[in-house]
């Protein structure tokens, strides 16, 4: 069974930047699998906002966060990464990784961050404030 573990919360400063790191663990990366990038702010639904497929690096982002967010991935690490530039105090939430087993190649991985993926993280909490 596999699982994956968020890191790199914290708090920032509006206009600041923030890198959260998701690392999977029984399973590797060098496989086909799409990680997704989820957050849940206090009172409203979870948000999809990025997904990467690591069987074609394909990247998909909200329209949320299009342009200031960059999502990769360390294969050889076995990390997928979130980089959040521009942040606003709407960012604010509970941003957790997710994975799904599967070949979702050609951007198409917002497939799976729709309908549902194998198995989530616990997340990292990410406050924007001044």
């Known amino acids: 069974q596999g699982h994956v573990t968020e890191s790199g919360g914290g708090w920032v ?4 930047s923030l890198t959260v790191s998701c690392a999977v ?3 590797t990366l060098v496989d086909p699998w799409s990680i997704g990038w989820f957050r849940q702010a206090p009172g409203k639904e979870r948000e999809g906002v990025s997904c990467i497929s690591s069987a074609d690096d394909s990247t998909y982002y909200s329209d949320s966060v299009k342009g200031r967010f960059t999502i990769s991935v360390d294969k050889d690490k076995d990390m997928v990464y979130l ?5 606003k105090p709407e960012d604010t939430a509970m941003y957790s990784c997710a994975a799904d087993n599967g070949v979702l ?7 799976a961050l ?12 990410v406050t924007v404030s001044s």
Do not use: R
């Not at 190649?105 to 497939?111: M, N, P, T, V, Y």
């Open 114 to 125: 729709t309908h549902g993926m194998d198995f989530y993280g616990k997340g990292t909490l």
């Open 105 to 111: 190649a050609g951007g198409k991985c917002w497939i």
């Open 25 to 27: 663990s029984g399973f």
């Open 83 to 87: 980089q959040m530039n521009s942040l």
């Open 13 to 16: 400063q509006p206009g600041g």
